[in-house]
Each structure stands twice: as C-alpha cells, then as structure tokens.
C-alpha cells in the first residue's frame, strides 16, 4: 500500500498531470467533432435509406459496409490514405465514416416512429416533402431517439481509445507513453503498482465521463417512457 501511494505521488506531478489533460482533451475534440458531423451525415443517410427510391440502395450499402467492418480497420485506412493535412483530421474522419452508419440506423429508427398520419396532416397542409421534414418528422424523430444518441456518444468517447494504435496522442496514448517513463518519476523499472495506478486513473476518467451520460441516458429514457 506504501508502495501504491508513493507511486500516486511520484507519477501525478503537475507535469504528468497536465499531459495526461491535454490527452483528455484531444478525446474529447475527436468524439464531439465525431458525433457532430456524424449526426448531420447519418440524419442524410437515414432520410434517404427511409424516404428515398433512387438513393435507399447507395444509402444501405454504405451504412451495411461500416456497420459490419471494424472501426480500427477505417482508421488505419483513413491514416493512410485520407487526403487532411493532418493526423487528427484523418482519424476524425475514420470514426465519422462509421459512426455516421450506426447515427443513420438510429436515425431511420426514429423516423419509423413517426406516425404517418403526421406526414399526410402536412401534406394536407400543402407542405412539400423537406418541409414536413423539417418542421414535423425530424423534431418528432430526434426527441424519440435522444437516449440512444447519448448512447452512442459513450461509445464514440470510448471508441476515440483506437486512436493510440495510430499514435494519435489522446488520453490512452498518453497514458501508455507515460507508463513507459515511469521510471524517471518513481526510481524503479515499471511495476504492476505503476500499470494499476496508470490504467486505473484512465478508466476512472472514462468511467466518470460516460457515467454521468449514461445518467443523462435514464433520465432521458424515464420522461420518454412517460411522455
């Protein structure tokens, strides 16, 4: 136990502690840059696999391709191969392009919910098609699906992790870059006390983050189920 509590002290000096923050808050810009472009994407693609004739076939076939593939495997494409200037951009856009597949299925699940009568009372109202969008299914369909949204942003928060195999210096990274120098603060090689008080700070981190939105999540849930 002695060792433990020295090994806290030794390690979480201001300067480590502030590398690890820094870390954080590259996870956090790549998971909100993530859901919100991956919103906006998956709101297009499950408007059209729900509502479109010509594009429902090009819809489906994207959103079945990154749905049953590996996010990892996008990232070390993206990586390599996505025309961004830099390596933050190319790993955003890899967790876009698949998590816009699984905000589309949540999307068209939401726009299944919709009363359809809701759709003819518009059209005999004389609204075209984008504007019973607009201002009658999408607000019906995103309060209808917040909770699974909020859902997946803890999934996208903890999926931002696959980042270190590409380098990308996020909290895991960091975590892991500072476990191997763990030495130059303790004044021994790396012991099992060093992994636990290392990796148990980032799972404390990632745990109280998704935590407190799973929180939000029931809450969510308990005034829809009312409602």
């Known amino acids: 136990m002695t060792e433990l509590i020295q090994d806290i002290r030794s ?12 870390g954080l808050g590259i996870t956090l810009g790549v998971a909100l840059a993530t859901v919100v472009l ?4 998956g709101t297009v693609l499950g408007i059209a696999r729900t509502y479109g004739r010509l594009t429902r076939t ?9 749905r049953n593939t590996p996010n990892l495997l996008w990232i070390f494409i993206c990586f390599i191969f996505a025309p961004f200037p830099t390596q933050i951009m190319r790993a955003t856009f890899a967790m876009v392009l698949f998590t816009s597949a699984v905000m589309a299925e949540i999307v068209r699940g939401g726009l299944n919910a919709v009363d359809k009568g809701q759709i003819e009372a518009g059209k005999s109202q004389g609204f075209d098609f984008f504007q019973i969008l607009i201002y009658i299914v999408l607000p019906q369909c995103f309060r209808k699906i917040v909770p ?3 859902s997946q942003v803890t999934t996208t928060i ?3 992790s696959f980042l270190a195999q590409v380098a990308i210096a996020e ?6 870059n500072l476990m191997s120098t763990a030495n130059k603060f303790t004044g021994h ?3 099992a006390a060093d992994v636990f008080v290392l990796f148990g700070f980032a799972a404390i981190v990632y745990f109280v983050i998704n935590f407190s939105l799973s929180l939000i999540v029931r809450r969510l849930q308990r005034r829809v189920q009312k409602a």
Not at 11 to 22: D, R
Not at 58 to 66: D, G, H, Q, T
Not at 171 to 176: A, D, I, P
């Open 11 to 22: 390690i979480f000096v201001a300067y480590n502690v502030e590398y690890l923050a820094e």
């Open 189 to 191: 090689s790396v012991t």
């Open 38 to 41: 991956s919103l906006i994407f």
């Open 58 to 66: 090009l819809a489906s076939i994207y959103i079945e391709i990154f």
């Open 158 to 160: 903890k999926d931002t």
């Open 171 to 176: 909290l895991m990274y960091r975590t892991k």
């Open 148 to 150: 699974t949204l909020l």
